[in-house]
């Protein structure tokens, strides 16, 4: 900084200049330092710790409500078996395991999230649910029962990841033959998933 020139404008009293052969830096006072009030960490509330504090108490609810999700997905898809696809069947088992997708992780269940998501995105991207394989259906909901009944068990985690990637190829490969004539929809359907299987 020796071939430097630092000069203050007087007009601009807070703005440097520093002057180069080739080039100025203007420097601009920070018009939020006074803006920014400090004050002491005692008494000071952490909303973040208070969260977690409260989800830690709450944990010991997540099996009870998880299994609640369980039944309701259940309950959904037996409706479905007995009454067929209608609005009103679709729209409650796609939100039965949309839920178990957004709460697994929350209740300690995150390779449920994995199934779950697989099953949405059939439910969302096939064009007449109404043709959708019984079977393809029936399999996501027994998996994600299932993941969530036996999720305590020593080594469920990796056969619990390796079926919820064959569920999500299985559904990939029916979502891209039924929507082989939607090319702007197969960008959306084969993208990679989000949550990951294990």
Known sequence: MANSRRSRDASKAKIEIETYPDYQIIRQPNPLHGAVKRISEQGHDDPVARAEQALNELSGEFEGWMQEECSRLALAHAAIIKQGFNAETQAELFRAAHDIKGDAATFGYPIAAAAAESLCRILEHAPDVAKVPGDLIAHHVNAIQAIVREHRRFGVDSVAG????????????????????RPDHLEVILAPSIIPAE
């Open 162 to 181: 390796e079926l919820s990637r064959k569920l999500r190829g299985v559904a990939d490969e029916f979502l891209a033959a039924v929507n082989k004539d």
